[in-house]
């Protein structure tokens, strides 16, 4: 199986970039580490991960303004061909368009139990405010700081007389063996058969009338009183791919679409004949948007005329 390829951004020692890294090199993982970068050219993780052998650099953001330095980190990680970012002690406020960019591509690890403790000084603010634990969080990165979902978890006791410094210390413990579970199982969903049929179900599900029934050992989804739209396969006859499969608007387009992109199209098994199409969904970069397009033009192609009518009407102005 092909490993995610995820670029690490640092601001200093990246003991946490270390623990994905190491990580990383365990023959299961589902990651590897393509580029550890800085705005910090002399931030002594850069030469650590340099040592172990990946690429790498470092650029001051001093001087320039925060989108303009922004577009020179989003320039590498493109380069490096990186689909996820973690962000692993990165002390920079990042621009809309760079977090838009990397929308729920990009991880951050946060020194407190999330939501407590945006910010800095966490480990002084939770003592201080006689919270019986600290902790740390890894969260998706959206526009807000040190916000977006929370994706795990561990909280860390506070001992009678504990110092920010001691509670560090023993919180640094939890972030190192946090981040590259969480990080694994993030990037490992998206070829994670159960994953993905939720994720399609959720939207097969969301059109009008959509109901979801088993056909031929595969889940399937249809109109109520009209036909199936949209198939779900996951290895079906040991094909050892996973697929969505819906209605194309003809053996010309079905053609068409497998010529362009033979990577992420293909001709199903029995259903081909029949104009169906096959959406592969086991890259890892599957792109939803376009799938849930997919799914309601497939949809709109078996939906009985009552539910159409309206649409049909509106398509005419
Ligand atoms: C870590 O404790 C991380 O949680 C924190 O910076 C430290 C970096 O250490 N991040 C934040 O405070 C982000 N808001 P490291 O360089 O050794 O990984």
Redesign the pocket.
Known sequence: MTKAKVAIL?S??????MALLYASRLPDSPYEVVLVASNDPDAP?LALAAAEGVSTFGHSHKGLDRASFDAIMDDQLRAAQAEYVAL??Y?RILSAGFVARWEGRML????SLLPRYKGLDTHARAIAAGDSHGG?SVHLVTAEL?DGPVLGQIPVTITPGETADSLATRI?FA?HQLYPKVLAEFVGRERNPDWLLGKVRELALALPDAEEKASHGSPGFFVTGGKFFAYFTANHHQDGTIGLLVKASGAEEQAMLIDRDPDLYYRPAYLGPFNWIGIRLDQGNNDWEHLAEWLSKSWRLSAPKRLTKMLDIADEF
């Open positions: 640092i200093g020692r990246g003991s946490n970039m993780g692993a002690g002390m951050n690890i946060h020194p740390c040190d640094m972030e």
